[in-house]
């Protein structure tokens, strides 16, 4: 298992003593404006107590944590911490060996004053995401583990900007006994940031919905390198992209982009660490059990949108639920896996011949399969030049590819029943610029399901759609690919297909027909 070595440096804190009426509450209200931060060790006058920030408080210190919780005590946050151009700062730390809780309803705002910095007048920023760095929303940190629940509550609010910062953040060797759940919207951008950072080990549940969005190279929206002794569930809406723009624009825009606007991005989603109770991208339900909402998950760049992968040493991926009595009323077939996506995985390479995979499995053994009612769909644009070889798989250039089984992902049963889709095209307003003289076809390649070699899938039933589709002049489209040779049986109720069409929109029926390879199921392995 491999674990995240980012480690955040504490500045030193300086108790502040007050008095206050709310003592006799057993904890201590902060209602105004104050510039030096507070811990709940000291906070009744030199006491322990603990601390909230209430509607009308705020904190604007420039050193350290805003909020320390280094007792046997609660934090609060209803008001507001807000921290400008201060490196190494951090909204609430919470203290190892401590046993409390935190509850952030509130904003906690870290930034950097605005600079114009569009240097050669061509409308885009330049310039880096960030300049500073090492900042934190609510730190978890220390040897010792910190006993209850983190919890930014739905309504509250992250924005940081900053390098190698984020929004969460439980450091790595550090344990969580109790629930993390992100609730609210959460915006970062700077290199390696990450909105939710689980670099320890959690003994109780992972739960993560909101909004969150992070741009930067090697950006993340979501880690789980840590342990997990329960369930891993997203349920709200994740982007993150380290390009300038995370949606495909025009032909005359990305021609003006430079090199910083076309920096990579880590994993939208990632989980590298063990996780007993299984993970799931879920639904909304009401009291009935209709869904009144998906989550979704937007990758723009390279990188897999939902990585699953141990790192050298394969994790273990338990299941959701427990198969108790079927009969029970209650009882859920859709979490009998270990792994079930009810949403959204898009990714998209954005820009001209870069690849695209919406979600990868390596390393990892899921112990009761995989399960998708949800949408899972990947999009390539080939223009003719690669802008970098090296960073396009298989040894194609910018392959779409939806789902990807590679060496080492153990993954015994998969079942669809939503849209599996893969969509390599030309990028039209490069290929037919000049109408009368369109640069020469060139290969597209779009895969619906892949299982490599190394990988092992036992038994795929598909009730829904695995397609794969290209429009241009010529390439190759496999819905689904074997290349491992396990796969022992396909039960097949729903679609599955390959197929592409022309993207010269002025074509006529005698000109030349695109050169396809189509293949609905290669299992010639």
Do not use: W
Not at 105 to 131: H, W, Y
Not at 224 to 238: C, E, K, N, P
């Amino acid at each position: 298992m491999s674990l995240n070595k980012y480690l955040l440096r504490s500045a030193a804190i300086s108790a502040i003593c007050f008095s206050t009426a709310a003592a006799a509450f057993a904890q201590v209200e902060i209602t105004d404006t104050r510039t030096t931060g507070v811990a709940t060790s000291s906070a009744n006058d030199g006491a322990a107590d603990d601390v909230t920030v209430t509607s009308t408080g705020v904190i604007e210190n420039t050193t350290g944590a805003a909020v320390t919780l280094d007792s046997d005590n609660d934090v609060t946050v209803a008001g507001a911490v807000n921290i400008e151009d201060a490196d190494d700062t951090t909204g609430i730390l919470v203290e190892g060996g401590n046993t409390g809780s935190v509850v952030l309803t509130g904003d906690i705002t870290i930034l950097e004053t605005a600079e114009d910095s569009d240097t050669d007048g061509d409308a885009i920023f330049d310039g880096p995401f960030a300049n500073g760095g090492g900042r934190t929303g609510i730190l978890i940190t220390g040897a010792s583990p910190f006993t209850g629940d983190i919890t930014a509550a739905a309504g509250s609010r992250i924005q940081i900007e900053g390098n190698d910062s984020a929004g969460i953040r439980l450091a790595n060797m550090s344990t969580l006994n109790g629930n993390l759940t992100s609730l609210g919207s959460m915006e970062l951008r700077g290199d390696n940031v990450v909105g939710v950072d689980v670099a320890g080990n959690v003994v109780g549940d992972v739960t993560i919905g909101g909004a969150i969005r992070t741009g930067g190279e090697g950006a993340s929206a979501v880690r789980v390198d840590g342990d997990v002794d329960g369930r891993v569930s997203l349920t709200g809406a994740i982007a993150s992209s380290g390009y300038r723009f995370s949606a495909r624009q025009f032909r005359t825009l990305r021609e003006l982009f430079d090199g910083e606007d076309t920096l990579e991005g880590g994993n939208a989603v990632r989980v590298g660490g063990d996780v007993s109770n299984g993970v799931i991208f879920e639904s909304t339900r009401n009291d009935d059990g209709v869904v009144t909402a998906r989550p979704s998950v937007t990758q723009g760049g390279i990188a897999a949108a939902v990585l699953i992968a141990g790192d050298g040493t394969p994790i273990v991926i338990g299941m959701l639920a427990d198969i108790t009595d079927p009969t029970d009323e209650n009882f859920e077939e859709r979490l009998q896996y270990s792994f079930v996506n009810e949403g959204s995985i898009l990714s998209s390479g954005v820009l001209d011949d870069h690849s695209a995979t919406a979600l990868q499995f390596q390393n990892v053994q899921l112990t009761n399969g995989f399960s998708n009612s949800g949408q899972i769909s990947a999009e390539t644009f080939r223009s003719g030049v690669p802008t970098n070889a090296a960073d396009n798989v298989a040894g194609n250039i910018a392959p779409a590819t939806a789902i990807r089984f590679s060496s080492g992902a153990n993954i015994g049963q998969f079942d669809n029943t939503g849209t599996i889709r893969s969509s390599a095209s030309e990028a039209t307003d490069v290929v037919y610029q000049d109408r009368d003289n369109p640069l020469d076809p060139n290969d597209v390649f779009a895969t619906g399901v892949l299982i490599e070699s190394g990988a092992s899938v036992t038994e795929i039933n598909n009730g829904g759609t695995i397609a794969a589709t290209l429009s241009g002049r010529s390439g190759s489209a496999y819905a689904l690919v074997d290349q491992s040779g396990s796969l022992a049986a396909i039960n097949n109720e729903g679609i599955i297909f390959a197929t592409g069409s022309t993207s010269d929109s002025t074509a006529l029926s005698s000109d030349a027909a695109p050169v396809f390879t189509l293949v609905a199921i290669d299992v010639s392995a």
